[in-house]
């Protein structure tokens, strides 16, 4: 098993930063791709970004290259999820979720509690 837990939500003005993260811990040896997702008020959750486990190789959802980043600290077992310019639209929560596959957007086996970030204008 494996356990994800999200900090570095909260409530910012439009134009700001923000720097969420994702901790990992049980068997994270197991882990070949994280990612984030969010899900805004009534819509369905949404892929954001995914990074490698072991490269660093990442991918990314259209809507938000160029603003979003996603890194990893694998001495710390947590992933980073760098929001700039934040927008109205990007109010959500955010989940980390941890894939045992080589999938991007789908089929992931362990997801956290959700962060919640909002954006006000």
């Known amino acids: 098993q494996v356990q994800l837990v999200e900090s570095g939500g909260g409530l910012v003005e439009a134009g700001g930063s923000l720097r969420l993260s994702c901790a990992a811990s049980g068997r994270t040896s197991s882990i070949y791709t994280m990612g984030w997702f969010r899900q805004a008020p009534g819509k369905d959750r949404e892929f954001v970004a995914a990074i490698r486990s072991f490269s660093d190789t990442t991918y990314y959802t259209d809507s938000v290259k160029g603003r979003l980043t996603i890194s990893r600290d694998n001495a710390k077992n947590t992933v980073y999820l760098q929001i700039n310019s934040l927008k109205p639209e990007d109010t959500a929560v955010y989940y980390c979720?941890?894939?045992?596959?080589?999938?991007?957007?789908?089929?992931?086996?362990?997801w956290g509690q959700g962060t919640q970030v909002t954006v006000s204008s």
């Open positions: 979720a941890a894939n045992r596959g080589s999938k991007w957007v789908d089929a992931y086996d362990y």
